[in-house]
């Protein structure tokens, strides 16, 4: 059974930056492009990034120049460095294929912008 496990988050500044990790069972890893995606109570999920088998990388506008989307696929791992947070940036970040392709998601790490 695929599983996307997301790691990384907490509270942090305004400002503050941090790094998030999403671990993935998924067979033959490096055919799939992942993303990152969030989550603010009461609204639709969003792809904030994502990056392609071939490394190639797209961004929201809202994240783009201080989210950072990136793999390691020898650890079948893709990875979200976040810079410059804003206390609106929403909570909760889920790892998924991008395009999703019908995969349960993972529980989610929470990040907190507060000072």
């Known amino acids: 059974q695929v599983q996307f496990v997301e790691s990384g988050g907490g509270l942090v500044q305004p400002g503050g930056s941090l790094r998030l990790s999403c671990a993935a069972s998924?067979?033959?890893?490096?055919?799939?492009?992942m993303g990152w995606y969030r989550q603010a109570p009461g609204k639709q999920r969003e792809l904030v990034a994502a990056i392609t088998s071939s490394g190639t990388t797209k961004y929201a506008d809202s994240v783009k120049g201080r989210f950072t989307i990136s793999r390691d696929n020898a650890k079948n791992a893709v990875y979200l460095h976040m810079n410059s947070l804003k206390p609106e940036d929403p909570t909760v970040y889920y790892c998924?294929?991008?395009?999703?392709?019908?995969?349960?998601w993972g529980q989610g790490t929470q990040v907190t912008v507060s000072s």
């Open positions: 998924l067979s033959i890893f490096s055919m799939y492009g």
């Open positions: 998924n294929t991008d395009p999703l392709l019908r995969i349960r």
